[in-house]
């Protein structure tokens, strides 16, 4: 298993600024995910963070709103950029340890006002 | 890309009955099935999964089906306890790729 931490755990933020959530793995990993979960909702997928190439973004994301860094094999960052109440979530960062397993961060909980 | 249906959305049992969800996938090229127990204001947890080329896998009182021809895999939990009370994902894996989930089912185990 991996064991993921992320930071912060929560945070209420003002419209138009942003926020970079922060998630270390405490063992290398390949590849690593984000999530947004809005409450009482299953996970939406943001983007997929390989080490070494960019941010592979789903449907409904682009990366001006949404930067995200993988800089090694344990860290990743996701920016919630120009933010707006409509961001207002839980994010959830994840990571693949052996064989297909999916591990997940404690979850950030953002809330815009 | 891939699509998960999953069933019911809620699920209420008496202590000791045993549950079962049901989901489907669309892509016969997944070939990873996970099962994640959420408690209200936790992360997901991994609980079992099951690959393409298992057809049953038991944890203790959970287990999971799969069935490749019709496309649906199941999670079977017996002698439910109140602790088994939270919302329960089911996903697929496409391709060594990303993750697809199903919209949860919210188990309530009344004592």
């Known amino acids: 298993s991996a064991v993921i931490s992320q930071k912060p755990s929560r945070d209420i933020c003002q419209r138009g600024t942003s926020l970079t959530i922060q998630c270390q793995v405490d063992?290398?990993?390949?590849?690593m995910f984000w999530y947004r979960q809005q409450p009482g909702q299953s996970l939406t997928l943001i983007a997929t963070?390989?080490?070494?190439?960019?941010?592979?973004?789903e449907s409904g994301f682009v990366i001006d709103k949404f930067p995200i860094s993988r800089p090694n094999l344990t860290f990743s960052t996701l920016t919630v950029s120009n933010m707006s109440p409509e961001d207002s979530s839980i994010y959830l960062c994840?990571?693949?340890?052996?064989?297909?397993?999916?591990?997940f961060g404690p979850g950030t909980r953002l809330t815009v006002l | 890309g891939e699509n998960v249906e999953q069933h019911p959305s809620t699920l209420s049992v008496q202590e000791g009955d045993s549950a079962v969800i049901k989901c489907t996938y669309s892509d016969s090229a997944s070939n990873y099935f996970p099962w994640y127990k959420q408690e209200l204001g936790k992360r997901p947890q991994l609980i079992i999964d099951i690959r393409s080329n298992v057809g049953e896998k038991k944890d203790q009182r959970i287990a999971v089906t799969l069935n490749k021809t019709a496309k649906h895999f199941s999670l079977h939990i017996t002698e439910t306890q109140p602790e088994d009370s939270a919302v329960y994902f089911c996903?697929?894996?496409?391709?060594?790729?990303?993750?697809?989930f199903g919209s949860g089912t919210k188990l309530n185990v009344k004592p």
């Open positions: 996903a697929a894996r496409y391709n060594f790729n990303k993750f697809y």
């Open positions: 963070a390989n080490q070494g190439s960019e941010a592979t973004y």
């Open positions: 994840s990571a693949e340890a052996s064989y297909n397993e999916q591990f």
């Open positions: 063992s290398q990993v390949t590849m």
